[in-house]
Nanobody, 126 residues
Framework: HVQLVESGGGSVQAGESLRLSCVGSGYTYSCYCLAWFRQAAGKEREWVPSISFDGTPMYADSVEGRFTISKDNTKTSLLLQMNNLTIEDSALYYC?????????????????????WGQGTQVTVS
């Protein structure tokens, strides 16, 4: 049974930082393209960053330079370091896993090709 569990969300002031973590189990973690999506209240879900199975990161323009995605295959963990947070970053953040053949389709998407979703962790910036 494939499972992703996020943690690390919370409430912070604008300009502060948070670090999200996602632990995966039940599959060959290193073979998947991993990504974070987020959904703010009343808005559509949006892709934030991705990291490929070989460790190549890509970022949405809105978070480029502020967010850093990384992974540890030995610990099956995915991290998202978020710096200089703004009110617009407030959302429910989801950790996701996508089969490699669909990785390029997740970038900039609403998550239609994602295979596995975590339960989400809330980030609130005020």
């Amino acid at each position: 049974h494939v499972q992703l569990v996020e943690s690390g969300g919370g409430s912070v002031q604008a300009g502060e930082s948070l670090r999200l973590s996602c632990v995966g189990s039940g599959y060959t973690y290193s073979c998947y393209c991993l990504a974070w999506f987020r959904q703010a209240a009343g808005k559509e879900r949006e892709w934030v960053p991705s990291i490929s199975f070989d460790g190549t990161p890509m970022y949405a323009d809105s978070v480029e330079g502020r967010f850093t995605i990384s992974k540890d295959n030995t610990k099956t963990s995915l991290l998202l370091q978020m710096n200089n947070l703004t009110i617009e970053d407030s959302a429910l953040y989801y950790c996701t896993a996508t089969p490699p053949r669909f990785c390029h389709l997740t970038i900039g998407s609403r998550g239609g090709y994602v295979d596995v979703w975590g339960q989400g962790t809330q980030v609130t910036v005020s």
